[in-house]
Every structure is written in structure tokens, then in C-alpha cells.
């Protein structure tokens, strides 16, 4: 049996009363981009901490190639970490951060030098090594934190929240850099975040937690497609949710009813959701079709809001019952043209594009 290349095993954290994480299970391949994405407070930075050997769990165990981390301490670990702040030394120069972890480890100045120079090209920063990190933007600076951590070739890297200081156009320069970095040492890398965004277009899989454990773990496509519990289709991707009565249900697929009496078969169900008056279904907004036409089989609603977002635009409408439902359309849509506050409109869905969930 082949042993899995890092194993998270039954991991509990408690501080006094609050239990901050809760048998936390992952198994992480050799070489992968793994994203701990979840809201502050839901447990993925302390299970990170846990893996560096800053944090002790209550219960558990870290297994790095079969063998246990828990009794070797964090500086004996060998694992890279990369911080929300840049954590550099503002009195060494840029080469001398990168050449630290390798001093430390009593590399000859051969070894260090080349290694330093390695570094530097793998983060684009070609004679940058004589400046002070003052002298440099956050985002050069984030790019030398992130040399540094690999420079002794650990055999996994952490990375906590790296790019949150960041404005957003710079935050996605770096994020292309670290997927470029990462597909060029293929480091195995566990990455913090709480932007879905940033998840999505860096990792391989992603584990969503909530409130110390995991929900789910699978792919950005899986996660999009098939969340298992509410918080999941909550927090990946943008959503619009309506109450629903499950009429039936049985293999994963149900009919529903709408408060306007629609009814709608052969919706998939997720989590335990059974015949239930107390349910709710999922309608992603590019998912819905508005038209200023009246449909047969359709909600009725009443458009808010119309923002202009570049190549597509976001339609906010509330129904007849009160609820809010957004729509989003693609610049240049028909439906668009001479749409207005306060217009009628109608909103279709296909049932194989919705999701239902009891509460």
C-alpha cells in the first residue's frame, strides 16, 4: 500500500472551552496546491500552525512520508512557511534574507551563493540581491519571503493569508507568480485563504472549513458543482437562495415546490435533504434566464438594481414574495437593452442547475 505523501489524522485543538479544531482529516499528495479556504474563526490557519509545529494539537496526529511530526520541533522540521507579513529582516539585504535559512544549515558559500542566485531568477528579482527590504514594494518583498522559504528545498511549504496586504491588481500578479513558482519546483504547498477567488484559481483541491472542521474537499469545479452542505454553495461562488417545499426525493434528485406554487422536478439534493417543508433551493445567478416577456413556468419579479461590471451585468430583482434574486447576464445580452428600475421580468432556471438543501 502505497503511504500518503502528508497526513492530517484526527487533529483537535482546544483552547480551554473552544474547540478550534475538530478531526480535521486530509491526505495531501506529493507535489499539490491545497487550499485551506474558510472565514476567520473556522479553524484553517490554527490547523496550519499545527502542521509548522507552532501549535500542539489536543488530540491527532501529522505524518510527513509515513512518519509522525508531533514530537519534532517546528525549526526541525524542515517545512517552509510564508507569512501575511513579509517577516524579512530589515537590516539584511535581500540576498542575505535568502541566504539565511542556508547559513543556518551550514551551507559552504559555494552552495549559498549559487542557491541565492537560483532564488533570485525563480522570483524574477535579478539585482535586487544589494537592496534593503525598504527599498522595495510589498509585493517584491512578498516575492523574497516566498525565495527564502524555498531556498533550503523544504519538502512542503505554508503559506498563511500571504497576499491580504496586497491591493487587488498586485494580489494577482503575485498569485500568478506563486502558480508559475509552484508549477516550476512542484513543492507540495497548503495555502491559507479566506477569498474564494484566490482559491480557485490557484489551488489543485480546496478544503472549505467551517466552525473547526472540514465541509468539503474536491476541486474549485467540484466544490462549484456539487456542494455537499449549504455553507459550501454559501461561500464558493455567488448565490441566490429561495424557500422550498421538497415534495419527494429519492436518489439524489427531488421535486420542489416554490412559494407560487411552481412546481420543479428533478432537482439535485445534497447533504440529508428529504421531503421537508422546511428546505431551501440554490440558483446560481449566471444561471438564470431573464426575459421581459412573461413565461410560462417562470417567477415573476421585479427588477432593483442594474450594475455595470465590465463584461457582464449584475441584475438585482426581488419576487413577488420579498425575496432578492441576482442575475447575472453578459454584456451585450438582449435582455439588457432597455432594462430598467422597476421593470416586470420573468426568471427561468433549468433543474439540473440548481441545488437543494434542507435547513
Request: proline fraction near 5%; charge should be neutral.
Amino acid at each position: 500500500m502505497t503511504i500518503p505523501f502528508l497526513q492530517i489524522q484526527g487533529i483537535r485543538k482546544e483552547y480551554g472551552p473552544v474547540v478550534a479544531v475538530h478531526d480535521v482529516n486530509l491526505e495531501v499528495r506529493k507535489g499539490e496546491f491545497l487550499t485551506f479556504l474558510g472565514p476567520s474563526g473556522s479553524g484553517k490557519s490554527t490547523t496550519l500552525y499545527i502542521l509548522a509545529g507552532f501549535e500542539n494539537p489536543t488530540k491527532g496526529d501529522i505524518k510527513l512520508s509515513g512518519s509522525s511530526l508531533l514530537s519534532t520541533p517546528s525549526h526541525q522540521r524542515n517545512i517552509g512557511m510564508v507569512f501575511q507579513r513579509y517577516t524579512l529582516f530589515p537590516h539584511l539585504t535581500v540576498g542575505e534574507n535568502i541566504a539565511f535559512p542556508l547559513k543556518v544549515r551550514r551551507k559552504s558559500k559555494a552552495e549559498v551563493d549559487a542557491k541565492v542566485r537560483e532564488m533570485l531568477r525563480l522570483v524574477r528579482l535579478e539585482g535586487f540581491e544589494d537592496r534593503k527590504p525598504a527599498q522595495m514594494s510589498g509585493g517584491q518583498q512578498q516575492r523574497v519571503a516566498l525565495a527564502r522559504a524555498l531556498a533550503y528545498d523544504p519538502p512542503v511549504l505554508l503559506m498563511d493569508e500571504p497576499l491580504s496586504a496586497l491591493d487587488k491588481k498586485l494580489r494577482e500578479e503575485i498569485q500568478y507568480e506563486i502558480r508559475r513558482i509552484h508549477q516550476q519546483t512542484e513543492v507540495t504547498i497548503l495555502y491559507v485563504t479566506h477569498d474564494q477567488e484566490e482559491a480557485l484559481r490557484l489551488s489543485d483541491r480546496i478544503a472549505v472549513f467551517s466552525k473547526g472542521v472540514i465541509d468539503q474537499i474536491g476541486t474549485g469545479q467540484e466544490l462549484y458543482a456539487n456542494p455537499a452542505t449549504r455553507f459550501v454553495a454559501e461561500f464558493i461562488g455567488d448565490s441566490n437562495f429561495l424557500p422550498c417545499n421538497i415534495l419527494k426525493a429519492s436518489n439524489g434528485r427531488a421535486e420542489i415546490s416554490l412559494f407560487d406554487g411552481l412546481t420543479v422536478p428533478d432537482v439535485p439534493i445534497h447533504g440529508s435533504a428529504s421531503a421537508s417543508s422546511n428546505a431551501s433551493i440554490m440558483l446560481r445567478p449566471e444561471r438564470l434566464f431573464l426575459s421581459k416577456a412573461p413565461q410560462d413556468r417562470a417567477l415573476a419579479a421585479t427588477v432593483d438594481d442594474i450594475t455595470f461590471l465590465g463584461n457582464n451585468v449584475h441584475v438585482v430583482t426581488t419576487t413577488a414574495r420579498g425575496d432578492g434574486l441576482s442575475v447575472r447576464l453578459p454584456f451585450g445580452h438582449d435582455a439588457i437593452s432597455n432594462l430598467n428600475r422597476g421593470d416586470p421580468v420573468w426568471l427561468k432556471f433549468e433543474a439540473g442547475s440548481a441545488h437543494v438543501f434542507n435547513h
